[in-house]
């Protein structure tokens, strides 16, 4: 199985900063990774596919980049709407695995 | 609109079963693969199980509910289930029905493009 990573955890951050978050893979997975974002008591948010893809209706100041078994999600200017939690995930193959999550926090 | 309601979820003791049900609208079930996904109280995402559009019969669940969960659809009722036997406290979570994206040909994507809301599935004595 391939195995996700994220770091880092937790991250404490102010509107206006700039955030990067990074994922991790045990094994090369192209670029078959997709980013969700989560808020207390909701179902995820597909944010970006293909590790840079933005989904419609994603606002622009979300991007991804990376591919093989490093990626990164980055927002360019946090947003008060923007404090979740984000995980990322891998579709290059079954099982098809999260990782643990980065909680974004106001700091 | 895309909606997915997730419905089935209880209070179980160890050892019994349930069935959530998926009720799906505002696309065309029948030509897209879904899963389930769950995530326990405080953790992260886990996905449970996977199952093919009706034009193939493929099926794939996660090692640590084989042979325990099965999942099956319903084209004609727009719906996805889950049967869940031999329920453990591990499996106490939130599970969400998720649709797998289609590409070129209608080949799936196996990441989740639209999802659910929960059932809650709590496994205690």
């Known amino acids: 199985d391939i195995q996700m990573t994220q770091s880092p955890s937790t991250l404490s951050a102010s509107v206006g900063d700039r955030v990067t978050i990074t994922c991790r893979a045990s094994q090369s997975i192209s670029r078959w990774l997709a980013w969700y974002q989560q808020k207390p008591g909701t179902a995820p948010k597909l944010l970006l596919s293909k590790a840079s893809t933005l989904e419609s209706g994603v606002p622009s100041r979300f991007s991804g980049s990376g591919s093989g078994t490093e990626f990164t999600l980055t927002i360019s200017s946090l947003q008060p709407d923007d404090f979740a939690t984000y995980y990322c995930q891998q579709y290059n193959s079954y099982p098809f695995t999260f990782g643990p999550g980065t909680k974004v926090d106001i700091k | 609109e895309v909606q997915l309601v997730e419905s089935g979820g209880n209070l179980v003791q160890p050892g019994e079963s349930l069935r959530l049900s998926c009720a799906a609208s505002g696309f065309t079930f029948s030509s897209y693969s879904m899963n389930w996904v769950r995530q326990a109280p405080g953790k992260g995402l886990e996905w449970v199980s996977y199952?093919?559009?009706?034009?193939?019969?493929?099926?794939y669940y996660a090692d640590s509910v084989k042979g325990r969960f099965t999942i099956s659809r319903d084209d004609a009722k727009n719906s996805l289930y889950l049967q869940m036997n031999s329920l453990r406290a591990e499996d106490t979570a939130v599970y969400y029905c998720?649709?797998?994206?289609?590409?070129?040909?209608?080949?799936?994507?196996?990441?989740?493009?639209?999802w659910g809301q929960g059932s809650l599935v709590t496994v205690s004595s």
């Open positions: 199952i093919s559009s009706s034009r193939s019969s493929t099926i």
């Open positions: 998720a649709r797998n994206p289609t590409g070129i040909f209608g080949i799936p994507r196996y990441y989740f493009d639209y």
